[in-house]
């Protein structure tokens, strides 16, 4: 499989210019109508701009090939970006509530409503569809930069749905404080999301270990091809991005010659990267005797490899 590379840096260079349509497409629903819950709207894509370049220029560092500063590449600053799009996130809800807290005071119905909220609702359909396409390549090639912007992405398509439907109902009922109070409930919820982005992306930062589904994996991996050996133990993993660290100490026993040991090393290392592509792996061999510690994992016995 592909690492996908180019793929995740040509989706984020491709959101740079379509964020800035999507936030032309908001700002002239806001000119329309006088929305305050429009302005909100618009003001949370204005991330979406400054998120999309940032995280065009981290994915271009994060892919760069690993060297004499950064001998285990440079996979983190993905979630660098990551943090620093939860930032704005935030920053935008406070902004949010700036607008929402003078329109309490002074509501008033939008004007052109049907205009506005087509235009929005246009914005709204892009979005949704460029953060699916997003999360779908973010997850298969395990970009932390892309994921985050395909979630904030979709906050702001949940965001766009609740303004829609609480400015119709604003026109319907002819309250129009509705308005300003669909604002606050916008920035309630885009600080949710903000939260979520960055405590994730904080866990990455700190080596974070793969998923329990991929460690399933890899131990089943090295249970069906370490016959020969007599026990695996001390397993750790940990996620950079699009990369996994995974080491372990294999136990042989005192006969076995380097060049078999060394055999049952590359077999673990082709097996565990069919399942964790690109892996990076260190196997500690060491002989029988020596005391088990840490995550252990049981090697099938007399099986044929």
């Known amino acids: 499989m592909s690492d ?26 806001w000119w ?62 406070l902004l949010i509530v700036k607008e929402a807290w003078a329109g309490l ?38 970009s932390p930069a892309l994921e985050a912007d395909a979630h904030h992405i979709m906050s702001d398509v949940v965001t766009s749905i609740g303004v829609l439907i609480g400015l119709v109902l604003a026109i319907l009922t002819g309250y129009a404080i509705l308005d300003p109070i669909l604002a606050i409930v916008v920035a309630i919820n885009i600080l949710f999301q903000g939260w979520k982005v960055i405590s994730n992306s904080i866990g990455g930062l700190m080596d974070r270990a793969v998923t329990p589904e991929e460690e399933e994996q890899i131990k089943e991996a090295i249970s069906a091809n370490a016959n020969g050996s007599v026990g695996v133990h001390d397993l750790r993993t940990r996620r950079a991005g699009a ?21 049952i090393c590359d077999r673990l290392e082709d097996a565990i990267r069919a399942v964790i592509p690109g892996a990076s792996l260190a196997i500690h061999v060491e002989p029988e005797g020596e005391k088990a510690h840490g995550v252990m994992v049981k090697v099938r016995k007399g099986e044929k490899i």
């Not at 560092?61 to 690993?66: F, L």
């Not at 087509?118 to 953060?131: M, S």
């Open 4 to 29: 996908g590379k180019g793929l995740v840096r040509t989706l984020a260079f491709w959101g740079i210019p379509l964020s800035i349509g999507v936030l032309g497409l908001k700002l002239l629903a």
């Open 32 to 93: 329309v109508t006088g929305s305050v819950a429009l302005l909100s709207d618009g003001l949370e894509s204005t991330v979406n701009v400054v998120a999309a370049f940032i995280a065009y220029f981290v994915i271009r560092y994060a892919q760069k090939p690993a060297d004499e500063d950064h001998q285990f590449g440079h996979h983190k600053a993905e979630y660098l970006s990551a943090v620093v799009e939860g930032v704005l996130i935030v920053l935008a809800a």
């Open 105 to 142: 005071f002074e509501p008033r119905l939008p004007e052109a409503p049907v205009l506005g909220l087509a235009i929005n609702a246009a914005a709204g359909v892009i979005n949704a569809v460029w953060a699916t396409i997003l999360m779908r390549v973010g997850k298969q090639y395990r």
């Open 243 to 263: 990369a996994a660290f995974i080491d372990f100490h294999l136990v042989v026993p005192t006969e076995m010659s380097v060049g078999k040991a060394h055999e």
